[in-house]
């Protein structure tokens, strides 16, 4: 039996109704940024697009060309690096959005107040388009653990009715401690 499986549902694709503009400051550059939310078609996914760069390369929000994950993720696909994605990606998953192109001026997007919320509003500005085709995702079947001996990170998997992610880091610092979180979709 198959530890994970793709499950395609009756759930139709979404993307945003139209274009929205933000711009702030990026994080570790301190570059101005112009960031641009964009339609995009069925099965599109998330893609970054570097509109500063000649010819305009595109980089899929794929764990395959993630380069680290330290003080952001961040990812690089043919030498075009995109930094700090995290809280834009966050934004669009938690708004359920599936397809859009994400077009900046600079290497990463700006921070904003540091959360995902100025993106999230901006989503809600676009408006939201159901699109016809099925959305599909993968079904864990059977637990799945694995953990990386370099960073110590442990993941598990299980089976579950709903989706449901829970989290705990603990960067060994008294400053911080230990931080939970804990989502559930139901």
């Known amino acids: 039996t198959k530890s ?20 702030g400051v990026g994080l ?25 760069l000649e010819g305009q390369p595109v980089i899929e929000a794929d764990a395959n060309y993630v380069i680290n994950t330290q003080r952001g993720t ?11 994605s995290e809280h834009v ?5 938690g708004m359920e959005i599936d397809n859009v192109l994400i077009e900046l001026n600079a290497p990463e997007p700006p921070i904003m107040d540091g959360s995902s919320i100025a993106f999230v509003e901006a989503i809600k500005q676009a408006g939201i388009k159901t699109q016809q085709a099925m959305l599909t995702y993968f079904e ?25 992610v829970t989290t705990m880091v603990d960067y060994k610092t008294k400053v ?11």
Request: aromatic letters at 8%.
């Open 140 to 164: 864990v079947k059977t637990p799945l653990y694995f953990k990386d001996d370099k960073s110590g990170a442990e993941f598990h998997l299980l089976p579950a009715d709903t989706f449901q």
């Open 74 to 84: 961040n990812l690089e696909k043919n030498g075009v690096k995109i930094q700090t």
């Open 28 to 52: 570790h550059t301190g570059e101005d940024v112009t960031m641009k939310f964009v339609p995009a078609p069925e099965n599109h996914g998330y893609a970054f697009k570097r509109v500063d």
């Open 4 to 23: 994970i499986v793709l499950i395609t549902t009756t759930d139709k694709q979404r993307t945003i109704s139209k274009e929205v503009i933000l711009k």
């Open 89 to 93: 990606l966050a934004a669009l998953v």
């Open 176 to 186: 911080l401690g230990t931080q939970h979180a804990s989502i559930k979709h139901i």
